[in-house]
């Protein structure tokens, strides 16, 4: 074990060490070749939106005249900035070899990505038709001169920038032409989001083609610029990224409704934070598209190739090849809760725990839709954060509204970058009748949790609930972990009724007897587990901490984790992202150990387990360890009692630590080391996980 003079690492440092991470599996060759173009578009995407907040936020910090030290720990916004920036190009760099070294692999398999100049007469004609039908009406193509004001840039979409060198006038002498300085021109040509950026061409004998949309628009310059008499023309891709965060109208007549769909509509216009462009192209033409858009810093400045929005390989067609694709397991059903008869009778007799994507997310939607139709059921509450694009969880709740029921919502419409669907999603909900309630001042309500009353038999009001580490969102549920407990245990729904009381009276804090929830007592109820934990360490009684989340960078929690290391507490960290904590330092924590897994499904459930003198203490939460978190949100975190199902997530916490595929260390040094697997047999996480319950469902079928 190492010494260190730091103690922590920098937050926007390790999220970018966890981006490699993601690059990682673009390059490993163990993973399917198109499902390594995924991973390439979800590092991009990743990328994109870093530099719409974080990036965005550190350079507004440093344009206000403060060094930003105290809450950069130590270093200047301006240095890390630049840090950010250098280290940014160096991943950009090796993404672009990634992708070179894919597209050769590509070809072994018969697929061909291939260009403007590579097209062979056949192709050439199916690209002429294609554009002339699909492509030229959706074009958007924008003339440039000094005069006019230079168009607002999106940065959601890639741009052709455009260069013609003008032939000179027939009449100019030869002298003329050549003192004459040569005429040149600029425009812009936006990429048309509804044309999929990958266009499959004519295959020939086994041999498939794909040439990217940008090709297909530089193949056929000639058409949109045909009334221009020029001698040359170019065109190269550039990108702008804007800074995201939203600004609310303070206008008091204005609902919040309002304030943020107006907030959504002026992001459009937030300052440039990164521009990214071919770097082939000429130094005229980049000086000259700088200049106008008002670039005066290097810092945002990134050097790409000859394609930009590399996200979009996110939606790479499979062209039926799902050889090359990661295999698909159909999620599992969950021991004794089927999915015909009445869920709410099965959670009456105990609680259940679904664990997507290794099982079926549809348990949600069914408990959902039976508590919709039930004529018993009179009240649901719901939180909801993020939503799919044709989302079964409003649906439901829409058809509970038409059936009489008192449905009540919580929608953040805050919820980053989802800000529009959520607006459109509260809009649908208010005509249907349903009670909205648009969060707590100062506070986003980040929750997963769902509340149902119902009228028993007897006359009797019965409480029944869900609480979940993810979203209620049926799209994600396919390729995020999460976990959601189904209950009807009284005393915790008494708790989360609270919770909704809190929503509409936000002046009054509850006391909770079950959950833990954010901002009033998370923080404060963590330490006191981990003092737990230290106090029975000192007495020599069995003592272990293990933590499962997405993000740890709260520095107060990070020392108490120092402090049970230092006592002697063995600390086992799973934490997918962001990891301020420098493990394994001798005299600070050199009894923790943290690592990160990346995998085909992305690792978002928090699962956190405490010792208790080997009485295990088991909670789901909403919140990761950082300071929003724990400080400025609406968490919520659940004890489970259920033994069984205390047992399986202490299981499948010691399932991902055994990993030894896909598992990266998190250090000091951010060089993300693979957890090597020396003479012990291969031991893939995930795919051990989905063995686990399917062995769980044979275990039931031959007890009957």
């Given amino acids: 074990m190492q010494q260190t003079e730091n103690r922590?690492?920098?937050?926007?440092?390790?999220?970018?060490?966890?981006?490699?991470?993601?690059?990682?599996?673009?390059?490993d060759e163990r993973v399917p070749l198109l499902d390594r173009l995924r991973f390439l578009g979800i590092f991009s995407n990743n990328l994109d939106e870093f530099f719409r907040v974080r990036y965005a936020a550190i350079r507004r910090l440093s344009l206000s005249g403060q060094t930003g030290e105290n809450i950069l720990g130590g270093i200047s916004a301006q240095q890390l900035l630049k840090d950010i920036t250098e280290t940014v190009i160096e991943h950009q760099s090796e993404s672009l070899r990634t992708l070179s070294v894919i597209e050769k692999e590509l070809e072994k398999e018969n697929i061909f990505i291939i260009n403007e100049n590579e097209i062979n007469k056949e192709q050439q004609n199916f690209v002429r038709d294609f554009f002339m039908q699909r492509v030229s009406p959706e074009l958007v193509t924008i003339i440039l001169n000094d005069l006019a004001e230079f168009p607002l840039l999106k940065d959601t979409s890639g741009y052709l920038a455009v260069k013609l060198v003008m032939k000179p006038k027939?009449?100019?002498?030869?002298?003329?032409?050549?003192?004459?300085?040569?005429?040149?021109?600029?425009?812009?040509?936006?990429m048309p989001k509804a044309i999929n950026r990958f266009v499959v061409l004519p295959s020939n004998n086994d041999k498939q083609y794909i040439i990217?949309?940008?090709?297909?628009?530089?193949?056929?310059?000639?058409?949109?610029?045909?009334?221009?008499?020029?001698?040359?023309?170019?065109a190269h891709m550039i990108k702008i990224t804007r800074d995201a965060e939203l600004e609310l109208d303070t206008d008091l007549n204005k609902s919040f409704l309002e304030k943020i769909s107006s907030g959504v509509k002026d992001r459009r216009m937030g300052e440039p934070v990164r521009f990214v462009y071919d770097q082939s192209i000429e130094k005229d033409t980049l000086k000259f598209f700088l200049h106008r858009m008002g670039i005066d810093t290097k810092d945002c400045l990134i050097p790409g190739g000859r394609y930009h929005n590399r996200r979009d390989y996110m939606d790479f067609p499979n062209l039926g090849r799902y050889d090359l694709l990661y295999k698909s397991n159909a999620p599992l059903p969950v021991d004794n809760l089927g999915?015909?008869?009445?869920?709410?009778?099965?959670?009456?007799?105990?609680?259940?725990?679904?664990?997507?994507?290794?099982?079926?997310?549809?348990?949600?939607?069914?408990?959902?839709?039976?508590a919709a139709l039930d004529p018993y059921v009179t009240t649901i509450k719901i939180t909801l954060y993020r939503l799919a694009r044709n989302s079964q969880i409003v649906s439901s709740l829409?058809?509970?509204?038409?059936?009489?029921?008192?449905?009540?919502?919580?929608?953040?419409?805050?919820?980053?970058?989802?800000?529009?669907?959520?607006?459109?999603?509260?809009?649908?909900?208010?005509?249907?009748?349903?009670?909205?309630?648009?969060?707590?001042?100062?506070?986003?309500?980040?929750?997963?949790?769902?509340?149902?009353?119902?009228?028993?038999?007897?006359?009797?009001?019965?409480?029944?609930?869900i609480i979940s580490t993810g979203n209620?969102?049926?799209?994600?549920?396919?390729?995020?972990?999460?976990?959601?407990?189904?209950?009807?245990?009284?005393?915790?729904?008494?708790?989360?009724?609270?919770?909704?009381?809190?929503?509409?009276?936000?002046?009054?804090?509850?006391?909770?007897?079950?959950?833990?929830?954010?901002?009033h007592y998370?923080?404060?109820?963590?330490?006191?587990?981990?003092?737990?934990?230290?106090?029975?360490?000192?007495?020599?009684?069995?003592?272990?901490?293990?933590?499962?989340?997405?993000?740890?960078?709260?520095?107060?929690m990070i020392d108490k984790l120092y402090e049970a290391s230092r006592a002697g507490v063995k600390v086992q960290l799973i934490i997918r992202g962001i990891c301020s904590l420098i493990p394994g330092i001798v005299?600070?924590?050199?009894?923790?150990?943290?690592?990160?897994?990346?995998?085909?499904?992305?690792?978002?459930?928090?699962?956190?387990?405490?010792?208790?003198?080997?009485?295990?203490?088991?909670?789901?939460?909403?919140?990761?360890f950082m300071t929003r978190n724990l400080d400025s949100r609406v968490e919520v975190s659940c004890p489970i009692y259920d033994e069984a199902i205390k047992n399986e997530l202490i299981d499948t916490f010691d399932i991902l630590w055994k990993g030894n595929v896909k598992a990266r260390f998190h250090s000091e040094s951010l060089d993300n080391k693979y957890r090597l697997r020396g003479n012990n047999p291969i031991f893939r996480a995930q795919h051990e996980i989905y063995k686990y319950y399917q062995n769980r469902l044979e275990v039931v079928v031959d007890k009957i």
């Avoid at 027939?170 to 936006?190: F, G």
């Fill in 8 to 27: 922590y690492i920098d937050r926007e440092k390790s999220w970018l060490a966890f981006n490699f991470r993601v690059l990682q599996e673009a390059a």
């Fill in 170 to 190: 027939e009449d100019a002498s030869l002298l003329e032409k050549i003192k004459l300085k040569k005429d040149i021109r600029y425009a812009l040509i936006e």
């Fill in 212 to 234: 990217l949309l940008d090709d297909v628009i530089r193949y056929n310059l000639h058409h949109i610029f045909n009334i221009f008499d020029y001698e040359s023309i170019s």
């Fill in 339 to 370: 999915l015909e008869g009445s869920i709410l009778k099965k959670i009456d007799q105990k609680d259940y725990l679904i664990n997507a994507p290794y099982q079926s997310f549809s348990y949600v939607i069914k408990f959902l839709r039976e």
């Fill in 398 to 465: 829409i058809n509970a509204a038409k059936n009489g029921k008192k449905v009540t919502v919580q929608i953040e419409l805050q919820a980053r970058f989802d800000e529009a669907s959520n607006i459109s999603y509260a809009e649908m909900m208010q005509t249907e009748g349903i009670e909205l309630i648009f969060g707590v001042k100062g506070l986003k309500v980040h929750s997963k949790i769902c509340y149902v009353e119902r009228i028993d038999d007897k006359g009797k009001m019965k409480r029944y609930g």
């Fill in 472 to 519: 209620f969102n049926e799209a994600s549920a396919k390729v995020y972990t999460d976990v959601t407990l189904f209950t009807s245990h009284q005393q915790i729904l008494k708790d989360i009724a609270k919770v909704f009381e809190f929503f509409h009276i936000n002046y009054r804090v509850h006391r909770y007897k079950h959950l833990i929830v954010s901002p």
């Fill in 522 to 556: 998370t923080r404060s109820k963590f330490v006191k587990l981990i003092d737990r934990e230290i106090l029975n360490a000192t007495l020599g009684r069995p003592a272990f901490i293990k933590l499962k989340m997405n993000s740890l960078s709260d520095y107060k």
């Fill in 587 to 624: 005299g600070m924590s050199e009894n923790i150990e943290a690592i990160s897994i990346v995998d085909a499904y992305l690792e978002h459930s928090r699962v956190y387990i405490f010792c208790n003198d080997d009485k295990p203490e088991v909670y789901i939460s909403s919140a990761d």
